[in-house]
């Protein structure tokens, strides 16, 4: 029934083929039922816009089709012999070819026009080539270390030793690529004059760690017609090394028990804290406060007192680098966050005098795979900058954790485990501090985040909100005091 101002929707049912034998209902063919929903007049001459989307969806389909039809490759085989002709260079020759060949057959005229196709030619690789015979250029950077999204600055300088200026010359190459950006033309010069030294100077901010320039730069010139590329090499004066990001995290990781914190308790080798273990004589240097004002009235000399030191406690950062257990691409990466908490947990004991060894798991093995704070902590850094963007080799954990189970056990030294969620060998260690990553989250499925009932204390579960979640979980849940 059709109600006031409504549709009326129409209700069709068809039977056909109905009998009855002995007091049963036999369907001898399908009943169709169907339920046409009708605007307000049943003959609706606008289609609903449900029908006009399934027309541009079908139209887009077939037009890719067409376009993939027309784009396929159907003769790969004579790639080889026709490659050329992608190049300016080649089409200029087909007609110098084609020119000559009017020429013999049908006139003279055809001889001008192969002339001048070889006159073209000549000038437009005779022009690039002549003017880089005489062009030096060199590539140095502003400062030999920067941060990732730390400002740096490169400087082109180009010493021109012809009379005439020379235009369109580029400094291109893969030597910045994937650390700054995807571009092969780092930067591109108008003009440079003659007899000269011009110095060019761009600012970047590298957003991968590494080492600058990954790749020999080059100095390429096509001016006038770009029919051929002249290149020569640059020289660079220097590299710069990419850090890591390093998030600045408060207080320091306190130990359970009866051990003392990270700083270790009080040796007796002579140093400035702790109690007098003794008395010597003043050298340069050393403080009026430590000066023993007694002996040194009695003996008539200045006399300091010798106190202890503090005995630092050793502490080992074990970071999984094993490529299987890593998802994600680029910065973003769960590799590229795991070598930045490294980064920042090492950073954070170094500032509270602590002795660091990091130990990376999953290295190719003729990598160096360990390194200390020993000599400070620049070479932990650059270590990390070094490593490789992704881990070639796999390295089996489980012996690696059999070797350090007696210093685990034994309580002498302190250890976090910088792994992701796929690193099984290494979430069974006990007695250490897991920073742990949820690899699915920094790859292209994003899946549950990990709970805190899940293994270890810190948990990273996307690039978005990991460098808040590992300052915000060590400041509440691993550190003891700023």
């Not at 049912?13 to 046409?36: C, E, H, P, R």
């Not at 490759?73 to 002709?85: E, G, H, I, K, T």
């Not at 070819?97 to 049908?106: E, R, T």
């Not at 790859?443 to 978005?464: A, C, F, V």
Request: charged content about 20%; glycine content about 8%.
């Amino acid at each position: 029934m059709m109600q006031p101002g409504g549709t009326a929707p129409l209700a069709v049912l068809s039977t056909s083929g109905v009998s009855f034998a002995s007091n049963s209902l036999v369907v001898n063919q399908v009943v169709s039922y169907s339920i046409l929903c009708c605007r307000d007049s049943p003959m609706d001459p606008n289609p609903p816009a449900s029908e006009k989307k399934n027309f541009f969806t079908r139209l887009l389909s077939n037009f890719g089709r067409v376009n993939s039809g027309m784009n396929h490759d159907f003769c790969p085989w004579a790639n080889r012999y026709v490659y050329w002709l992608k190049d300016p260079i080649g089409w200029v020759a087909s007609g110098a070819a084609f020119s000559a060949l009017v020429g013999f057959l049908v006139g003279p005229q055809g001889f001008v026009l192969m002339w001048s196709f070889l006159a073209l030619l000549a000038v437009g690789a005779a022009w690039p080539w002549l003017s880089m015979k005489r062009l030096d250029c060199r590539l140095v950077f502003d400062r030999a270390r920067v941060s990732e999204n730390g400002l740096a600055t490169a400087t082109v300088e180009i010493t021109n030793k012809w009379p005439i200026p020379v235009f369109g010359l580029m400094v291109e190459g893969e030597f910045l690529l994937d650390l700054v950006e995807d571009d092969r033309v780092a930067v591109g010069l108008q003009k440079v004059p003659g007899w000269s030294i011009s110095k060019f100077s761009w600012e970047f901010r590298p957003k991968q760690r590494g080492v600058l320039p990954v790749d020999e730069p080059i100095l390429s010139n096509g001016f006038p017609f770009g029919l051929y590329q002249a290149k020569k090499d640059v020289q660079v004066e220097r590299q710069t090394i990419v850090w890591p990001s390093d998030c600045k995290l408060k207080g320091t990781p306190e130990l359970a028990g009866t051990q003392f914190n990270i700083s270790g308790m009080m040796s007796d080798r002579p140093g400035i804290d702790g109690d007098v273990i003794g008395v010597r004589q003043y050298r340069a240097g050393d403080s009026l406060k430590h000066v023993h004002w007694a002996k040194t009235a009695m003996l008539g000399r200045l006399i300091v007192q010798e106190r202890q030191t503090c005995a630092q406690k050793p502490i080992e950062v074990i970071l999984d680098l094993t490529s299987d257990h890593h998802l994600g691409n680029g910065s973003q990466s769960s590799f590229e966050w795991a070598i930045r908490a490294a980064a920042s947990i090492c950073g954070q004991l170094h500032r509270h005098q602590s002795h660091v060894e990091l130990v990376c798991v999953g290295l190719p093995e003729n990598s160096l795979h360990q390194i200390t704070n020993v000599n400070g902590i620049k070479p932990v850094f650059d270590f990390l900058a070094k490593l490789p963007q992704l881990a070639e080799s796999k390295e089996s954990s489980e012996n690696f954790r059999k070797s350090t189970s007696v210093r685990s056990r034994s309580g002498q030294v302190k250890r976090f485990v910088i792994c992701t969620n796929r690193s099984r060998d290494l979430l069974n260690f006990t007695n250490c501090e897991k920073i742990i990553l949820d690899a699915d989250g920094f790859g292209q499925n994003r899946t549950r985040k990990i709970q805190s009932n899940d293994w270890g204390t810190i948990h990273l579960n996307s690039p978005s909100t990991a460098q808040s979640e590992l300052q915000r979980t060590w400041e509440k849940g691993v550190s003891h005091g700023a």
